[in-house]
């Protein structure tokens, strides 16, 4: 089911689309029948679910930070996670640049918009975005790459076209101030109910769970 679910979206998405396998909950062997079908990139919600999946399936896939990040947790994400989408603050930033310091690495991150305004979402608002990214660009460790936003989990798609109208405004704004170590590369809207409608707004990352693995247990 996992191999033919996965042809399905790959067959769906428009080139130049990245499918990111949204696999919170999921086993190893359902992550590696996913890679084998073709996924390139593992999105994964909590750091020791990744720690336990990631010993199993290592390097074959690309490794998304999809959840939110807690400052606690930066030293093992940074060992693990090729790209973290979801930095919504400066003080997190400085963490993630100081544990890249440590591993003498540099961690593309996008930015996490909280795009509704939605005082039980993670995420920056909008009209704060451009303000981060210009104080992350001064980090020697982190590189802004884009932005990133959630949008409703559920009901009609549609529903989820204004959050990433605002996003996608922001990520051309944030684009046209040509700020330095700033390349403004993905912008990563919508998931198994929205990603069509998140692909007509100009996502290029997709995050899918449901569509893929089907229905949690």
């Known amino acids: 089911m996992i191999r033919e679910n996965v042809r399905k979206i790959l067959d769906s998405i428009p080139e130049g689309v990245r499918l990111v396998a949204a696999a919170k909950t999921r086993t190893a062997r359902e992550v590696l029948e996913a890679v084998d079908a073709g996924i390139r990139i593992i999105g994964e919600n909590y750091i020791q679910e990744a720690v336990d999946v990631y010993n199993e399936v290592g390097k074959k896939a690309e490794w998304h930070f999809i959840g939110h990040l807690q400052k606690n947790k930066v030293k093992k994400a940074v060992k693990i996670f ?9 003080g997190l930033a400085m963490e993630i640049d ?4 440590q591993a003498g690495r540099v961690m593309p991150v996008l930015i996490e918009v909280n795009s509704g305004k939605e005082e039980q979402k993670y995420g920056v608002r909008p009209e704060e975005v451009i303000s981060l990214a210009r104080d992350i660009s001064k980090l020697s460790n982190v590189r802004v790459t884009g932005l990133m936003t959630m949008g409703p989990l559920f009901g009609d798609p549609e529903d ?11 990520f051309e704004e944030l684009k046209s101030e040509a700020l330095p170590d700033v390349e403004m590369k993905y912008l990563s809207m919508g998931m198994s109910n929205s990603y069509k409608v998140a692909i007509e707004e100009g996502s290029n990352l997709v995050r899918i769970g449901t569509l893929i693995f089907g229905e949690r247990g």
């Open 82 to 90: 090729d790209i973290i989408e979801t930095v919504d603050s400066y």
């Open 98 to 101: 100081k544990r890249c310091g």
């Open 160 to 170: 989820s076209r204004p959050y990433f109208v605002v996003t996608r405004k922001v």
